[in-house]
């Protein structure tokens, strides 16, 4: 599996963590499972690209108030800035359908 990111998130699991992690911190309820973090790679080489492919495919309705150039740029420079949580046991699937800031 191809990663794009910085050192710090050479592992895959790592990567596709970060994906989840900015989503969780930017209030999107959005969850990336290994599968589909693989087929958006197999979408676009280009990780702004693959997060268009999938606000487009799977949030289009975002895109009434939002760009996705603009959305995608925002969420990946959060990505790029991650920091890896030190325990792997956090499970983001089940902080997606938490409310943040509640």
């Known amino acids: 599996m191809m990663n794009d990111l910085p050192p710090g998130l050479v592992d895959a699991a790592d990567a596709h963590?970060?994906?989840?992690?900015?989503?969780?911190?930017?209030?999107?309820?959005?969850?990336?499972?290994?599968?589909?973090?693989?087929?958006?790679?197999?979408?676009?080489?280009?990780p702004l690209g693959r997060i268009c492919h999938y606000i487009e495919n799977w949030q289009p309705h975002l895109l009434k108030a939002y760009?996705?150039?603009a959305l995608a740029t925002t969420i990946y420079q959060r990505v790029l800035a991650?920091?890896?949580?030190?325990?792997?046991?956090?499970?983001w699937s089940a902080a997606a359908t938490c409310e943040v800031g509640v």
């Open 17 to 46: 963590d970060a994906y989840n992690a900015v989503f969780y911190e930017l209030g999107l309820r959005w969850h990336w499972d290994r599968d589909l973090y693989q087929a958006l790679q197999h979408a676009s080489r280009d």
């Open 67 to 69: 760009d996705a150039q």
């Open 82 to 91: 991650h920091k890896p949580c030190a325990h792997r046991s956090f499970d």
